[in-house]
């Protein structure tokens, strides 16, 4: 079976352009969160979304949003691009919601960097 | 609120030692724990999770983690270290009504031949 993936893999953007990031769950996985890692530091929660319905928003700027699709794939988008938002963007998905399985999947991510 | 943290940015082992990565946590709910491996411009692997059942985790590639409740720890433990374990290890816990994983600032763990 097939892993999360994103796309693309890297990008090079300039400060104030808009971006849009990718995301395929593992077939049968419902919720898909997305997540921020500066180089050095732990990732950081952004969103998650089940069911295409937003289920969490981690503390980041109006900026960023994201939406989830009805196969259940999702985009992640940032708004008016600054140096700061250069860093490796996770996807993750779960089952969620079955009982006792919280195990989150990580795709390999996409390498921003602003400019 | 949540949090994780990591004790050391960086440990080096020599091939064959104990490995010890070291993680307490805080959380105002019976916590999920989680310990993750990151090689090199990959994403994340599970290697184990903590979720209210075992104390003692047994993961993936020889890999074990202690829940202990009453010193808020959830160290990483492999008897003996092996060249391919150089990589970041990250420490998360999560509130199990939610999915939100709160991070550790990671440990990178170097092994000596």
């Known amino acids: 079976d097939a892993g999360v993936t994103q796309s693309p893999t890297h990008l090079i953007k300039t400060r104030g352009q808009h971006v849009t990031l990718r995301c395929s769950p593992i077939s049968g996985h419902k919720s898909v969160s997305w997540y921020q890692q500066v180089l050095g530091q732990g990732p950081q929660f952004i969103f998650q979304?089940?069911?295409?319905?937003?289920?969490g928003r981690g503390n980041f700027p109006d900026r960023f949003s994201a939406r989830q699709f009805p196969n259940y794939s999702s985009e992640l988008n940032v708004n008016a691009l600054l140096l700061g938002d250069s860093a490796l963007y996770l996807c993750?998905?779960?089952?969620?919601?079955?009982?006792?399985?919280?195990?989150?999947?990580f795709g390999p991510g996409t390498r921003l960097t602003v400019t | 609120a949540q949090s994780v943290t990591q004790l050391g940015s960086h440990v080096s082992v020599s091939e064959g030692a104990l490995v010890l990565l070291r993680c307490n946590y805080s959380?105002?709910?019976?916590?999920?724990l989680f310990w993750y491996v990151q090689y090199p411009n990959q994403g994340l692997q599970l290697l184990l999770k903590?979720?209210?059942?075992?104390?003692l985790v047994k993961g993936i590639n020889g890999f074990e983690a202690e829940f202990k409740k009453s010193e808020t720890s959830f160290h990483l433990t492999k008897p003996s270290a092996h060249m391919s374990d150089a990589a970041e290890y990250f420490c998360a816990v999560s509130d199990p009504a939610h999915e939100k994983l709160t991070f550790g600032t990671g440990t990178r763990l170097t092994i000596i031949p």
């Open positions: 979304y089940y069911e295409k319905e937003e289920r």
């Open positions: 959380s105002s709910v019976p916590p999920y």
């Open positions: 993750a998905s779960s089952s969620y919601k079955r009982q006792g399985n919280y195990e989150q999947y």
């Open positions: 903590y979720t209210s059942a075992a104390t």
